[in-house]
Each structure stands twice: as C-alpha cells, then as structure tokens.
C-alpha cells in the first residue's frame, strides 16, 4: 500500500510539472509568433524547443505509467499525454514555419515564384506526413492499453475482448501507413498527381477520427486505395527507374568511350592495327626458328 501512495504521489507531481511545462511552452510559442523580426523569432524558438524537449520526457514517463497495471485510474495521464503530443504538433508547425523563414521577404518571394504543381505536391505531402504521424500516435496509445490488458491476463483472469479489438486496431493502422508511404513515394515521383491525393484526404481524415466509434465500418482497408491502383502505378514507376537508370549507364559509358578514344569507328581501326601488329609479331617468330 505504502508503494502505491508514492507511486500516486509520482505521478501527481508529474502532472503538475506537465501542467506548468505546457504553460510555459504556450508563453513562449505567443512570443514566438508576435516576433518581430527573424533573429527574434529564432531566439525564442530555441527555448521553445527546450519546452518541448522536457514534455517530452514527462510524456515517455506518462507513457510507461498508462502502461502499468499498477495504475487504476489512467484517465488523467492519457489527457497529459494528449496534451503533450498536442503541443508537438504546434512546435513541428513553428519550426517548420521559422525555417522556410515563411514571413520574410525572401520565403514569399520564393512562395510567388513557385510552380502551382510543385505547391500542390508539397501540400498533398505535408498531409501524408502528418496523417502517418497521427496514425502512429494512436497506434502508441492502443499498444499502452495492450500492455495493460496482457498485464493483466497474466494475473489469471481471461483474455479480455478489448485485446482483439486494440490488436485489430493496431493491425488497420499499419496497413494505412503501408499504403499512406506508398502514396507519398508515388508523389514525389510524379506517378501520382496531388488531385488524387485531395480524393483521398476525406476518407483518410473520417478514418482517423471515428476508427474506434465506427469499428466495423472500417473493416476493409483497400477499398478506401483501390480506386488510386497503387500497386500498377508502383510497378510502372519503378520500370520508368529501371529505364531510366540503364539509359544514364549507356550515356555514361558512351561519354567514357569518347573521353578514351574508343569510338565505334576508331575501336574498328584500331582492332585492324592491333591485328596486323600481331601478324609482325608472328612472321618474326618464324624467322627466328
């Protein structure tokens, strides 16, 4: 009993830390954007990143906790760790922002400049990066209830129904990312155009929202991808690979030969010159025997 009060007393003072760290990460996240000018918003990013380090310590903490059988009321420190992941995701944005210095005249010069298709492909990237990221997050917090329910089968108690549940959760996500890296490859390959990607972005986005509220209507993960043919478009992107590799290796050779002499026609001529050296060579064999 004494263990358990220090252990509740642990976690409450982490809490506390938690709530006063985020705090003080929302003072200096206000102070970055009312920045006025570039080394400032620089400077404060820096201690910003600082913030985000310690939360994210106390979040492993408050992730090994949420894990352990020993916690009853797991509630509190599943809010901390939403709350913490939440304020991640704002410090990915701001940094994000402050290194494409995106308020200097440079980042909106070079914003003007940039083909509307290139734009278009790094907004359907951001959002594949970003959805893989919240796909994962949700896949940490079913593994924690997972390691919770098997701590506590092994108590003796019966395997719990919710096991299978977070298992086939766990099993949905990873298919998703599979074919959510896919995507993003074909993109940045060009065999998939960014409108294609827009299709998808609504049925991506409901799945992350009501993939537990909603289980069984989640059931079959391809048929949110099959209209996309993802598998064709890798198999011809990597045959254009292919190709294209071969053809550099033939225009590299042939740039070889050149520097060496060795054209077609001189590699002919010269073959004949070899020959009738040889010839030399073997007449005077001749005579010496």
Known sequence: MGDRRKLQAEIDRTLKKIEEGVEVFDRIFNKVQDAENQNQKEKYEADLKKEIKKLQRYRDQVKTWAGSNEIKDKGPLLEARKTIE???ERFKVCEKE??????SKEGLSLQSRKDPREKARDEARDWLNDSVDKLNGQIE?????VEGLLNEKKKGKNRPPQLGHLEESISRHQQHIQRLELVLRLVDNEALNPEDVNDLKDLVDDYLERNQEDFDEFGEVEEMYAELNLDELDIAAM????????????DKTAEDDDELGLSSGGSVSGGAGSGGGGGGGGGS???GC
Request: charged share 40%.
């Open 86 to 88: 939440r304020e991640m």
């Open 98 to 103: 402050t290194k494409t210095k995106a308020f």
């Open 141 to 145: 917090e079913f593994e924690a209830e």
């Open 239 to 250: 045959a254009h690979e292919v190709v294209h590799e071969k053809s550099k290796s033939s």
């Open 285 to 287: 064999k001749g005579g």
